[in-house]
């Protein structure tokens, strides 16, 4: 997806999209819009076909209603060489807690191919930390019977 609407508080709504130059991009790859009571929230992400581990590969940025950017926070050594990669990215915050559910291509395995699985992070919005994610394989063995059969 590359635009989300969004309604405001005099309710009429706000057309998000990707590629109008609005605010200026954090990372090259898009991958979502949110928005809350207060803020909003874009999620974009950089490939990383070099497996570097100290790359940031995804990024969650803080705006406030006027679109000012607050701040940001980004995922490194997750596992993936092309963030969004073969699905779409979903979002929703329960409390101060943010989840992002997208994929990604992971970095190529001892069988010599890059898979794309699913991504979950957690952020902390108040604190604009990253809490916790999860960027592997649930099951190894699902994944060798997919592959083999």
Not at 52 to 77: A, C, F, P, Q
Request: overall charge negative; proline content about 1%.
């Amino acid at each position: 997806m590359k635009s989300y609407l969004t309604a405001l508080d005099d309710v009429s709504f706000m057309r998000v999209q990707y590629g109008s130059k609005i605010i200026g991009k954090e990372l090259p790859v898009f991958g979502g819009f949110y928005a809350t009571k207060d803020n909003y929230y874009v999620v974009t992400g950089e490939n990383n076909t070099d497996e570097d581990n100290t790359k940031e590969v995804y990024r969650i940025t803080k705006y406030d209603k006027h679109w000012n950017k607050i701040t940001s926070t980004g995922l490194t050594n997750c596992n993936t060489t092309k963030p969004f990669n073969a699905g779409s990215c979903r979002i929703d915050v329960s409390g101060n807690y943010m989840i992002i559910h997208t994929c990604h291509e992971m970095y190529k395995s001892d069988d010599g191919y890059n898979y794309q699985v699913n991504v979950t992070i957690q952020v902390d919005i108040d604190k604009m930390k990253i809490t916790d994610s999860y960027t592997g394989v649930m099951d190894q063995r699902e994944s060798r019977i997919l592959h083999n059969g």
